[in-house]
């Protein structure tokens, strides 16, 4: 199944390896661009950024644990009109799994793109990185990995450490640093069609894959799932009425940045930004006297319902509306577990098969027969 | 104290339960007044905001009802309306708003008798599960 290289990494410098890995994936005459996360000119952060010299690859940086947004959005940008040129994408799996589903939703297309990803070891939150940054060192991508593979207590996203799909099965390229002596050699995988054909013109030696990497993979995802299921039965516990659910969105200001942040809020535009919740001045006295008062902003249950109505059913749990949060509020610990009820609901699983529908883009005449009734 | 009267909030599709609405007003048949009925072009067209703004305002129980499988005026909007309701099923009860206090029915246009009693039967499971979270204390 697919092809299996080696990646050697000098002088244990993983970021180094994998730059000149991606150098010789863009001189390749099938790709004329390349949107990789990269570190800004300060080094205080790492954006994605669309790159068409090889030169500009220096500081190219997937490992380090920050994440400050989910670029399936940047690259439905690259591709929702065809452009005539091949791009390849580096992108965390849940990235690839988001991309997905804006594909299905018509709002990207694969068909110009390389996918490649890496084995991800999660991120910090952008709060927690800036204050890190601030008074740390931070560890080195092969520091970081050790770090995440032995179990070190670090300030890991919720998202992430709930996060069971570290390695991204759809991805064209797959590298790897699960089960691999990471600080002399990365796995790569060619795992599709698209991903073979650039195989030989990568000068990589063959390598088995190693027993090991399952195993280690195996591992750390039993780690997730013990996290998610800790994080499902505390956010359970705090939203199980509306008025816990009250409590638990108390913080919030309507600023919308969870749906700004979030890459699957797939609306061109949000309804909560139209005429439809301006609402008349003389409206809100007649809430207030109903009601003996109304707190303004209103609608903030309403919208996040809205938003669990909408996006649930793709939603997944990169974390980024918490991360987007000016609150801390977790909102993304609800939306991951209202995600997986309302995905099971529909036996679809969001961001794998790009051939499943949309559960709500289908229907039949003889189904859910237990819907309705009194 | 007073005996709980519960509201019921009715989507009903133009073509075929707002039918049977008229027939059982027109045949004399009386329904509880707890249900307010509210027409639709569709089912099809009952957008979930609707049914979340319906239980936030603090109606105890919504009834989405149209026209029989097969039997749409728009050939499919009832299917929509299932799976909307499907989906709906899924999210309210992790907040409290347990599935039985959302419900979809087929009421065709000529079931009058059928839409009352099912109007009665809703209003006694309505009445047995009590005031639904979302109700606002009414200041008079």
Same mark, same amino acid.
């Given at each position: 199944?697919?092809?299996?290289?080696?990646?050697?990494? *000098?002088?244990?410098?993983?970021?180094?390896g994998?730059?000149g890995?991606?150098?010789?994936?863009l001189?390749s005459?099938?790709?004329?661009?390349?949107?990789?996360p990269k570190r800004?000119?300060a080094?205080h952060?790492i954006?994605p950024?669309?790159?068409?010299?090889?030169?500009?690859?220096?500081?190219?940086?997937?490992?380090?644990p920050?994440?400050?947004l989910?670029?399936?959005?940047?690259?439905s940008k690259l591709?929702?009109k065809?452009s005539?040129?091949?791009i390849a994408?580096?992108?965390r799996?849940?990235?690839?799994?988001a991309?997905i589903?804006?594909v299905?939703l018509?709002?990207?297309d694969?068909?110009?793109l390389?996918?490649i990803?890496i084995d991800?070891?999660?991120?910090y939150?952008?709060?927690e990185w800036?204050?890190?940054?601030?008074t740390?060192?931070?560890?080195?991508?092969a520091?970081?990995?050790?770090?995440?593979l032995?179990?070190?207590?670090?300030p890991?996203?919720?998202?992430?450490d709930?996060? *069971?799909w570290?390695?991204a099965?759809?991805a064209?390229?797959?590298?790897?640093?699960?089960?691999?002596?990471?600080?002399?050699?990365?796995?790569v995988?060619?795992?599709?069609?698209?991903g073979e054909?650039l195989?030989?013109?990568?000068?990589?030696?063959?390598?088995?894959v190693?027993e090991h990497?399952?195993?280690?993979l195996?591992?750390?995802?039993?780690?997730?799932?013990?996290?998610?299921?800790q994080?499902?039965?505390n956010?359970?516990?705090?939203?199980?009425?509306?008025?816990?659910?009250?409590?638990?969105f108390e913080?919030?200001v309507?600023?919308?940045n969870?749906?700004?942040?979030?890459?699957v809020?797939y609306?061109?535009e949000?309804?909560?930004n139209?005429?439809v919740?301006?609402?008349?001045?003389?409206?809100?006295?007649?809430w207030a006297?109903r009601?003996?008062?109304?707190?303004l902003?209103?609608?903030?249950?309403?919208?996040h319902?809205t938003?669990?109505v909408h996006?649930s059913?793709?939603?997944?749990?990169?974390g980024?509306?918490?991360n987007a949060?000016p609150?801390d509020i977790?909102?993304?610990d609800?939306?991951?577990?209202?995600g *997986?009820?309302?995905?099971a609901a529909?036996?679809?699983?969001?961001g794998f098969?790009?051939?499943q529908a949309?559960?709500?883009? *289908?229907?039949?005449?003889?189904e859910?027969?237990?819907?309705a009734?009194v | 104290m007073?005996?709980?009267?519960p509201?019921i909030?009715?989507?009903?599709?133009?073509?075929?339960?707002?039918t049977?609405?008229?027939?059982?007003?027109?045949?004399?048949i009386?329904?509880?007044?707890?249900?307010?009925?509210i027409r639709v072009?569709?089912?099809?067209?009952?957008?979930?905001?609707?049914?979340?703004k319906?239980f936030l305002?603090?109606a105890?129980?919504?009834?989405?009802?149209?026209?029989?499988p097969?039997?749409?005026h728009?050939?499919n909007?009832n299917y929509?309306?299932?799976?909307?309701?499907?989906l709906?099923?899924?999210?309210?009860?992790?907040?409290?708003?347990?599935?039985?206090?959302?419900?979809?029915?087929?009421?065709?246009?000529?079931?009058?008798i059928q839409?009352?009693r099912?109007?009665?039967?809703?209003?006694?499971?309505?009445?047995?599960?009590?005031?639904g979270?979302?109700?606002?204390?009414?200041m008079t």
């Amino acid at each position: 199944m697919g092809i299996q290289r080696s990646l050697n990494i *000098e002088n244990e410098d993983i970021l180094t390896g994998i730059q000149g890995f991606l150098t010789a994936i863009l001189a390749s005459q099938d790709i004329d661009a390349m949107l990789v996360p990269k570190r800004t000119s300060a080094g205080h952060s790492i954006m994605p950024v669309l790159i068409s010299h090889p030169r500009e690859l220096n500081g190219v940086d997937p490992i380090s644990p920050q994440f400050p947004l989910n670029a399936a959005r940047q690259v439905s940008k690259l591709t929702k009109k065809p452009s005539g040129k091949k791009i390849a994408v580096l992108l965390r799996p849940c990235e690839i799994r988001a991309l997905i589903e804006l594909v299905k939703l018509k709002q990207g297309d694969l068909s110009s793109l390389l996918l490649i990803s890496i084995d991800c070891p999660g991120a910090y939150s952008n709060k927690e990185w800036a204050s890190q940054c601030a008074t740390q060192d931070m560890p080195d991508a092969a520091e970081f990995i050790e770090h995440r593979l032995s179990g070190r207590d670090l300030p890991i996203a919720k998202a992430c450490d709930a996060c *069971e799909w570290p390695v991204a099965a759809l991805a064209d390229i797959q590298i790897g640093f699960f089960g691999m002596d990471y600080r002399k050699q990365l796995l790569v995988l060619f795992q599709t069609a698209k991903g073979e054909m650039l195989a030989d013109e990568m000068a990589l030696e063959s390598v088995q894959v190693p027993e090991h990497r399952s195993r280690q993979l195996n591992e750390y995802i039993s780690n997730r799932r013990s996290a998610k299921a800790q994080m499902f039965e505390n956010v359970r516990k705090k939203t199980n009425s509306l008025t816990n659910l009250e409590v638990y969105f108390e913080a919030c200001v309507n600023c919308y940045n969870c749906r700004v942040a979030c890459p699957v809020c797939y609306c061109r535009e949000c309804v909560f930004n139209t005429d439809v919740f301006d609402h008349d001045s003389y409206q809100y006295l007649v809430w207030a006297r109903r009601n003996g008062s109304i707190k303004l902003p209103c609608d903030t249950l309403f919208f996040h319902l809205t938003r669990l109505v909408h996006m649930s059913l793709s939603c997944v749990g990169c974390g980024q509306c918490t991360n987007a949060c000016p609150n801390d509020i977790p909102v993304s610990d609800l939306f991951r577990m209202v995600g *997986e009820d309302t995905q099971a609901a529909f036996d679809y699983e969001a961001g794998f098969d790009p051939d499943q529908a949309l559960p709500l883009s *289908e229907f039949k005449e003889n189904e859910f027969l237990d819907v309705a009734g009194v | 104290m007073a005996e709980f009267n519960p509201i019921i909030i009715a989507f009903v599709c133009n073509w075929c339960t707002y039918t049977a609405a008229d027939l059982a007003g027109t045949s004399r048949i009386g329904y509880p007044e707890n249900v307010r009925l509210i027409r639709v072009m569709c089912t099809g067209m009952v957008d979930p905001q609707y049914i979340i703004k319906a239980f936030l305002e603090g109606a105890d129980m919504v009834l989405v009802s149209g026209c029989h499988p097969g039997d749409c005026h728009y050939i499919n909007g009832n299917y929509k309306a299932r799976r909307r309701i499907k989906l709906l099923h899924a999210i309210l009860p992790t907040i409290g708003i347990e599935r039985d206090r959302l419900k979809l029915t087929w009421i065709g246009a000529s079931d009058g008798i059928q839409f009352a009693r099912t109007m009665q039967e809703l209003v006694v499971q309505a009445k047995g599960m009590g005031p639904g979270s979302g109700r606002p204390e009414i200041m008079t």
